[in-house]
Every structure is written in C-alpha cells, then in structure tokens.
C-alpha cells in the first residue's frame, strides 16, 4: 500500500500544504494590509480578522501535521496504531475550533463562505471522531489479534 502512486502524491500534497500553510499564517498581517487597500471590510476589522484566521490557520496546520503524522504509519504499513486514534481526536477539536474562528467570524461580517466553512470544519470534526472510535476499536481488535498468535 505505500508503495502507491496516490498515497505519494498524497503525501507530497500534504507537505506542501503544510508548509505552505506556515508562510500563510506568518504573513496574514501583511496579506490583510494588502487585501484592505481593494476591500474595505478588511480595513474595517483588520485586527480581529488577523486574529481569526491566525488562529483557524495554526488549527489548520495541526490538522495537517496529524494527517502526516497519519501518513508515517501508512508508509511503515501499520496504520492500526493508538497514535492514529490521539491523531484522529486531535484533528476532530482542531476542527471544531476551527468552525468555532469561522463562526466568530460571523460577528463582524455574515457571509456564504465563513457558513459553509462552519458546517465542513463542525462535520469534519465530527467525522474525525467516529473515526477515531472505529480506529480505536481496530487497534483493540489488532492487538489481541497479535496477542492470540
């Protein structure tokens, strides 16, 4: 399974984001500055817009450092590891706390895509946390598995 072309590319794209991402988050004071001379409402809520998105950027790179933390495990063919389930519960309150930054957002300006990205990151949360259960349950089944052999 990890010698799959799409579980490479996959990886790459993650790494790319990841990184990505971290220039993203440093330079959103700057980029809003930017963005504030074409949109007044930019200009009009720079502090907490920087604020929020700085904040739903850092939980968005966690997410992304847990799904590469994921990734290690594929590539070592091992998936079925307590380490994923800590991975899928972080990834699940990083995206509560992200829909949570959106929806604080809708206080100074309500719009299409802040509701949208509330109900993807609240269902993302609540998909990475089934998730985490049924790896959880996977593991258990796993190790006693391991131990009957």
Do not use: H
């Not at 220039?23 to 929020?52: A, H, M």
Request: aromatic share 16%.
């Amino acid at each position: 399974m990890s010698k799959s072309p799409l579980v490479r590319f996959t990886k790459i794209v993650l790494d790319f984001m990841f990184y990505t991402g971290i220039v993203i988050c440093i330079t959103v004071p700057f980029l809003f500055k930017l963005v504030g001379r074409y949109y007044s409402i930019f200009r009009e809520f720079y502090l907490p817009f920087c604020i929020i998105f700085i904040i739903a950027g850092v939980f968005a790179l966690v997410i992304l450092w847990e799904l590469r933390s994921i990734f290690k495990t594929v590539f070592r063919e091992d998936p079925f590891v307590r380490e994923n389930v800590r991975s899928l519960k972080r990834m699940g309150v990083s995206s509560f706390c992200i829909a949570f930054a959106m929806l604080t957002r809708l206080l100074f300006v309500i719009t299409p895509a802040a509701l949208v990205l509330v109900a993807v990151f609240a269902i993302a949360g609540l998909f990475s946390l089934v998730l985490s259960q049924v790896f959880d349950q996977a593991v258990t089944y796993k190790q006693e598995n391991d131990l009957t052999i």
